[in-house]
């Protein structure tokens, strides 16, 4: 009788523990950020949308620097110039950075 008890409350942790396993890829890592900054260069390829900006520091993802970012599409980038001071929001998936957002100021 002993084991016919031991072995019926085996099972159910068993598929319980089994059950609660993901076993499903992680969704992805998506956080957004603001950023400010000056558009060096706008890059308006379809293929390649990018903004190259001379930010101000992105608290807690990165110092202040210039660079390039990947533009989620074109309304982005409409009547953003060289030259142009701007702030937005920025979007880093699986480890992208990616500009949602651009305005002018």
Same mark, same amino acid.
């Given at each position: 009788m002993?084991a !016919? /008890? !031991?072995?019926?409350?085996? *099972?159910?942790?068993?598929l #319980?523990? #089994?059950?609660?396993?993901?076993t499903? =890829?992680d969704a992805?890592k998506?956080?957004?950020? +603001?950023?400010m900054g000056?558009v060096m260069?706008v890059?308006?390829?379809p293929?390649? #949308?990018?903004?190259?900006l001379?930010h101000e520091?992105? =608290?807690g #993802? @990165?110092?202040a620097m210039? @660079?390039w970012?990947?533009v989620?599409d074109a309304? *982005?980038?409409?009547g953003?110039? +060289? &030259?142009? &001071?701007?702030h &937005? /929001? !920025?979007?880093v998936?699986?480890?992208n950075?990616v500009i *949602?957002e !651009? @305005?002018k100021?």
């Amino acid at each position: 009788m002993n084991a !016919l /008890r !031991l072995f019926s409350f085996a *099972v159910p942790l068993v598929l #319980l523990a #089994l059950a609660s396993c993901n076993t499903q =890829p992680d969704a992805p890592k998506e956080k957004t950020y +603001e950023v400010m900054g000056k558009v060096m260069a706008v890059q308006t390829d379809p293929k390649d #949308l990018k903004v190259k900006l001379d930010h101000e520091a992105i =608290p807690g #993802l @990165m110092e202040a620097m210039t @660079m390039w970012f990947k533009v989620q599409d074109a309304k *982005v980038l409409e009547g953003i110039k +060289e &030259g142009d &001071g701007v702030h &937005g /929001r !920025l979007k880093v998936v699986d480890g992208n950075y990616v500009i *949602v957002e !651009l @305005m002018k100021h």
